[in-house]
Each structure stands twice: as structure tokens, then as C-alpha cells.
């Protein structure tokens, strides 16, 4: 019996309000800074409705700050473009008409057109692939955890610092997070999702642990175990088979650490 073919479905992410972010970054800035308006498309107020272009380009080269709607078959990869990352809305879009991609073989999860149907707005959290309701559900608990760990270093600096300093080098010497995540999230077009997540954890974590008043030396340590922990939790199910890669993946979530963080969902 003949195996159907999988169904394709589009997404394109938008700006919290509704509103489609330029496909050119660079060119927007130097638009915005010379002060001319961008023309955009809300889509959270054409549910269901086929959308035109405002102002299309030349085919699909970018030669405006918004060329074309820019959809993409695999939502891990679609925060490589966005100019303000996340948050944002995400929506299932039927690009019609004539359709391109200037990616060639190497992006073949995008597609650019002038025409686009707006069937229906789904989760957001699909932009850092399919455990990206699990790394939010970190990234919401990271400014407590950090705390945590933040306390874990005032109360006995020296332990601290040898244990951490040991799963440090563990990380490195495996290659961890440069590697192991980092190539796991390629092979399954979550690389932009990885990478947001990863900031993102970094970023929050490091304030947390600042304003608990963390030495600077605890607080870059305590960045390094949310990135991995983000990256642990995104790609659980790409680093698991053997007992090494298992290892690996402990590492990530923080395995030697006093208090490693357990997997959610």
C-alpha cells in the first residue's frame, strides 16, 4: 500500500502585535534611520482571508526592506530572522500564486510569494521546534533557579567553584553545547530556535544572579549552566541514544551540579 505524502504546512512568525517583521533587517534599519515608513501586513486581522502583497519586489531578490512574504516549512529556523527574536506570533499561512527560493538546496524549508491565504494562528512556541513548550517552562523558571545557584555560591564559594569548575571542563572537553547540541539542532532545522533559546537563558539567568549579587565569576558560570540547560531541554529527545550520548546530555542538564534540573515533559 502506498504511503501518503506527509502534508506541508507554512509558518510565518510575526511581530507580538500582529504585524509581519521585514525580510531585510539591515535594510529596515537604514530605511528606519533615514525616517520612511516600511509597509507591513497585520495578519491577526486577515484570519482566513487571502493577503496581497503591499509593496512587492522584484521577484524574490530583496531589494526592499519587505520584498515578500517569507514562509517556512520547519518553525525552528524561523527566529534566523526576525529582528527583534522572541517573543512572537506565529501563524499556519498557504502561499499562492508564483512562488521562489533564492536558498537553493541548502534552505529548502523556506518560500518567498507575493500572495499569501492566513488560515489560522497557532502556537508560538513552535518557533524553537517541537520541545519548545518545554523550553519556555525553563526559561519561565530560570530567575528563580539562578537565584538558587546564586546562593549556592554564597554559601560556600570555594565548593562551589571546584564543582562547577569540574562540570566546566566536562562540557568542554565533551563539547557539550559547541557540538553535540549545536549539530543535533542543525540535522533537525532547530538551529535558529537553539540559539534563541540559549541567549535568551543566558541572558536571564545572568540578571537574576547579578541582582542576587553574584560575584562576576559565578554569574558567567551560572550563564553557561542555563544555556545548557535550555539546549539539554530543546534537544532531550536528538541526544539520548547510547550511554555516552546519555552522559552528554546529563552534562546539559546539568549532571555534577548540586541541584540539576529535572526534564520537563
Known amino acids: 500500500m502506498a504511503r501518503s505524502a ?12 500582529g504585524t509581519v517583521p ?6 529596515a534599519r537604514s530605511c528606519s534611520g533615514r525616517g520612511e515608513t516600511i509597509p507591513t501586513v497585520n495578519l491577526a486581522d486577515h484570519i482566513g482571508q487571502i ?4 509593496s512587492p519586489g522584484q521577484m524574490w531578490y530583496t531589494d526592499k526592506p519587505f520584498s515578500y512574504f517569507h514562509s517556512y516549512t520547519r518553525p525552528g529556523e524561523i527566529l534566523e530572522r526576525i529582528e527583534d527574536g522572541w517573543p512572537v506570533r506565529l501563524f499556519v499561512v498557504e502561499p499562492l500564486g508564483e512562488t ?4 537553493g ?3 529548502p524549508y523556506w518560500l518567498m510569494s507575493h500572495q499569501i491565504r492566513v488560515v489560522a494562528e497557532t502556537d508560538g512556541w513552535k518557533v524553537f521546534g517541537h520541545r519548545g513548550a518545554q523550553v519556555l517552562q525553563v526559561l519561565a523558571h530560570l530567575p528563580d533557579l539562578a537565584r538558587q545557584w546564586a546562593d549556592q555560591w ?10 562547577y569548575t569540574v562540570w566546566e571542563k ?6 557539550a553545547l559547541s557540538s553535540w547540541a549545536f549539530r543535533r539542532a542543525q540535522c533537525s532545522r532547530r538551529s535558529a530556535g537553539l540559539q534563541a533559546a540559549t541567549q535568551l537563558a543566558g541572558n536571564a539567568a545572568g540578571q537574576a544572579a547579578t ?5 562576576s565569576h559565578a554569574v558567567a558560570m551560572i550563564q553557561l549552566r542555563a544555556r545548557c540547560l535550555a539546549a539539554g531541554q530543546l534537544m532531550h529527545d536528538r541526544i539520548c541514544s547510547g550511554e555516552y550520548e546519555q552522559s552528554v546530555r546529563g552534562l546539559l542538564l546539568g549532571a555534577g551540579l548540586d541541584t540539576p534540573a529535572p526534564v520537563t515533559g
Open 211 to 215: 541582582v542576587a549579587g553574584a560575584t
Open 6 to 17: 506527509r502534508t506541508v504546512v507554512h509558518y510565518m512568525a510575526t511581530r507580538p502585535d
Open 22 to 27: 521585514p525580510t531585510d533587517i539591515y535594510l
Open 51 to 54: 493577503v496581497d502583497h503591499p
Open 154 to 163: 554564597a554559601a560556600d564559594p570555594q565548593r562551589t567553584r571546584h564543582i
Open 105 to 107: 538546496h541548502h534552505y
Open 170 to 175: 566536562r562540557v568542554e572537553h565533551t563539547h
Open 100 to 103: 521562489g527560493n533564492w536558498g
